[in-house]
């Protein structure tokens, strides 16, 4: 895996994403379950995906993984999910 250099302000970023921040941040169990039912209706299209590359801020990544964590979900399914809302 390709290591990149971070900004400054890069580096203070990733520093505001500690396990405490990620624990204090989770979601309830009852809105990952719901989450969880909302994202059942989108594995049930099935419509055809085709496989793409971004380039991410290491950053946004990490606060990605976080925010999916805390849903409950693989942080793939995140980003295809908003990418999703944000096209329809």
């Known amino acids: 895996m ?3 250099r971070l900004t400054a302000e890069e580096k203070e970023l990733q520093g505001l994403i500690t396990p405490e921040y ?5 979601l309830s169990d009852s ?8 994202l059942k209706w989108y594995s049930v299209q099935k419509a055809e995906k085709k496989a793409i590359s971004i380039r991410l801020l290491s950053s946004d990544i990490l606060k ?13 399914t995140l980003i ?3 990418l999703h809302k944000l096209v329809n």
């Open 2 to 4: 390709p290591q990149f």
């Open 22 to 26: 990620i624990k204090n941040n989770r």
């Open 31 to 38: 809105e990952i379950q719901r989450r969880k039912e909302v």
């Open 64 to 76: 990605l993984k976080a925010k999916a964590e805390s849903m409950g979900i693989p942080y793939q």
């Open 80 to 82: 295809a999910l908003e």
